[in-house]
C-alpha cells in the first residue's frame, strides 16, 4: 500500500481548484477516502483509480506512480 | 470525520455504556438497581436511534450517501475481527464447559462474549477509520 504515490492534489488545483468534495462527488466516493487517497494511506481499486484518471482527463499512469522516487 | 466513523462511535459509546451498567448490575454493583435484559436492548436501541438520527440531521447529504469502497473495507475487515474474538470466545466457553458437568451454558455469559465482539467491532471500525485502511 505504502508504494503508491499520486498527484491528485497538484491535479485538483490545476484544475481549478477543485475541491476533495467536488472530485469525490464526480467519482463517487467520499469525501474522506479522497483524502485517504491523496494522503497516501489508502490504495483506491483499480476501477476508482481509472475513474479519477479520467476526471482529468489523463492516463492513469499520469495520476498515480508505484516505486520509491 | 466521516459519517460512517460518527455511526461506529455510536455503537461503541452506546454498547460500553448500557452493556456495562447491565453487567455491572448483574455484579452485585450499580447499588442494587438492576436493569432487565429487555430493559437494557429497548434503551440501547432508543439511544442508537436518537443519536443516529441526530447526526444525520447535522449531515443529511453524508448520511443518504451510499458506502464506498473504503467503508466497505472498512467493515469487512471489522466484521472478520469481531468473529474471531466470538469464535474463540465460544471456544474457551465450549472447552471449560467440557470439564465442569453438567454442562450448564450461562446467557449471560454468551450474551457478553456476543457484546465484546460487537464493541471491538465498532472500535476497530474506528481505529481503521483513524489509520485510512
Keep these: ?69 | 470525520m466521516s459519517f460512517r466513523e460518527k455511526t461506529a462511535w455510536i455503537s461503541l459509546l452506546s454498547m460500553a455504556g448500557i452493556y456495562g451498567f447491565y453487567f455491572w448490575s448483574l455484579s452485585g454493583g450499580a447499588g442494587g438497581v438492576r436493569l432487565g435484559l429487555l430493559d437494557t436492548i429497548i434503551l440501547l436501541v432508543a439511544v442508537q436511534v436518537v443519536l443516529n438520527i441526530a447526526i444525520a440531521a447535522f449531515a443529511p447529504k453524508d448520511a443518504k450517501a451510499p458506502r464506498d469502497e473504503r467503508d466497505k473495507l472498512i467493515e469487512g475487515k471489522s466484521a472478520r475481527f469481531a468473529y474471531a474474538v466470538l469464535a474463540a470466545c465460544v471456544a474457551l466457553a465450549v472447552f471449560f464447559g467440557a470439564f465442569t458437568p453438567p454442562v450448564v451454558f450461562n446467557l449471560n455469559a454468551f450474551l457478553f462474549f456476543l457484546v465484546m465482539a460487537e464493541v471491538l467491532r465498532a472500535l476497530s471500525q474506528i481505529v481503521l477509520y483513524r489509520r485510512s485502511a
Design chain 1, 1 to 69: 500500500m505504502g508504494g503508491i504515490r499520486n498527484e491528485i492534489r497538484r491535479l485538483r488545483f490545476e484544475h481549478g481548484e477543485m475541491t476533495q468534495q467536488q472530485l469525490a462527488e464526480k467519482i463517487g466516493l467520499t469525501r474522506q477516502t479522497v483524502n485517504a487517497i491523496e494522503q497516501g494511506k489508502y490504495s483506491p481499486s483499480l476501477e476508482a483509480a481509472f475513474r479519477i484518471a479520467e476526471v482529468f482527463a489523463l492516463p492513469l499512469e499520469s495520476v498515480f506512480h508505484h516505486g520509491k522516487d
